[in-house]
């Protein structure tokens, strides 16, 4: 028999447990920004299996192009705006920004495995010897070519081949009656852009962005022979409107066979091979990025990379989402559910070292050799006093590319000539470095 005291203590546990049911329930919602690559729309797809795996957690994704993204993540993690949760950032603001204490620190475990990591993102992620940004992919540069063309014009393709090669396949494997271009380069204006790709061709032209004092170099020989080059071969071998054309848009080209080579990220080549996605997934083969006065800098090295802002107030359930987006079980995932072609590359050992990966990614010897080859510290021929391929890792960088990157497409459009192009960016450029405090 229950005393009073039981009936009158039920009814207050009960109301007790009823409050406590709604904060019990209430999912953590986090805010990914993220850009609109193949592979963050493949993570987006399989967000059920996080959430099945982590009920209280909800993922809310804010999918961006490339330009947008870093424009909206800079803004807000500049103002502590806490917009987003995690963040999709590169391999150029992750040093910057965990040094000014923007970014936290992935709380890696002995079940995450960081030593599987390359090390050559690992490093270039990490401040202090902590990782602040877990790479999501990773990449270099190399070229894409059409065997079935270069065969058809009687040219081997070698491993690593020269510039003056490249144009003499374009030349010959032009046909605009058929829909088929020599050659596709990035044109579209942007530090991440066109710059990514031509700050490669300045490289290995024996160029530089600044000298040991930081004075812009832009109207050197090394930038006139890169941007001439490029100007001149894409208005002789590219398609139509090469001036709009960043990766997405050459992605479509070459996967509907209008181009017949490609220099540009080494992701590139997991879709170009996709037979679902590409017209001419047979007829695709890889070599490295092409040199022309030297090899020091001609392939670029990047990384997207998941990280958490230090204004975020769901750090504990952002750094679990981080961890499983860029754990070996993710990739594990993807293979399961799209095969082993479909994988994000250039982040772990261990994909590079899977049977079942080399077996279905012809390009995987490519793209290893070509990130490893790659150096953040070693990219000019002249010393330089910034680290970084294709960008100078400076908070300044990001302006000085943008304005650069305009300038580039005006030549490509011939709305201005190379050299009005180049004075007008080492003018910005300077103006630039001087309101910056490293030129007087």
């Known amino acids: 028999m229950l005393n009073k005291r039981h009936f009158l203590q039920a009814p207050l546990a009960v109301a007790a447990a009823i409050a406590l049911m709604p904060s019990a329930q209430a999912a953590t919602e986090l805010v990914i920004a993220t850009v609109n690559n193949g592979h963050m729309i493949e993570m987006q797809k399989l967000t059920p299996h996080f959430e099945k795996a982590h009920p209280d957690i909800k993922l809310k994704w804010v999918t961006l192009e490339e330009g947008t993204l870093r424009q909206r993540v800079t803004t807000d993690i500049a103002t502590k705006g806490g917009q987003f949760d995690v963040m999709t950032i590169g391999l150029y603001e992750a040093p910057i920004w965990s040094k000014k204490g923007w970014l936290l620190p992935i709380a890696t475990d002995a079940a995450y495995d960081a030593d599987d990591l390359l090390p050559a993102f690992r490093d270039g992620l990490s401040y202090q010897g902590k990782l602040y940004a877990a790479p999501f992919y990773g990449e270099s540069s190399m070229l894409m070519y ?153 392939n670029w090295m990047w990384s997207w990379n998941l990280a958490i802002p230090s204004s975020s107030t769901k750090a504990d359930a952002a750094q679990t989402f981080v961890k499983w987006a860029t754990s070996k079980e993710y990739i594990q995932l993807v293979a399961k559910e799209n095969g082993w072609g479909a994988v994000p590359t250039g982040t772990r050992k261990s994909t590079y070292a899977s049977p079942e990966f080399q077996k279905a990614a012809k390009f995987a010897a490519a793209e290893l050799k070509a990130i490893n080859s790659a150096n953040l510290s070693d990219s000019t021929l002249p010393k330089s006093p910034y680290v970084g391929v294709q960008y100078a890792a400076i908070p300044e960088f990001q302006a000085i590319g943008i304005a650069v990157g305009q300038q580039m497409t005006a030549a490509l459009s011939g709305k201005v000539t190379v050299d009005q192009a180049l004075k007008a960016g080492q003018t910005a450029a300077e103006r630039e470095m001087k309101k910056g405090g490293y030129l007087k």
Not at 180 to 202: H, Q
Not at 232 to 253: Q, R, T, V, W, Y
């Open 146 to 298: 059409r065997k079935d063309l270069a065969d058809k014009a009687g040219f081997k393709m070698p491993d690593q081949p020269t510039w003056t090669q490249v144009k003499e396949l374009a030349d010959k494997i032009t046909d605009p009656k058929a829909g088929v271009y020599g050659i596709c380069l990035r044109g579209k204006p942007g530090w991440g852009d066109n710059m990514a790709f031509l700050t490669t061709l300045v490289n290995t032209n024996g160029g530089q962005w600044f000298d040991m004092s930081w004075k812009p170099q832009l109207e050197t020989k090394p930038w006139k022979d890169a941007i001439n080059f490029y100007v001149d071969l894409l208005k002789k071998d590219g398609p139509p409107g090469s001036a709009a054309n960043s990766f997405n848009e050459i992605l479509a080209l070459f996967n509907e066979g209008k181009c017949g080579m490609w220099v540009d990220a080494t992701i590139a080549a997991s879709f170009i091979s996709d037979p679902k996605q590409s017209k001419v997934a047979d007829k695709v083969a890889f070599a490295q990025a092409p040199v022309a006065v030297t090899p020091k800098g001609a």
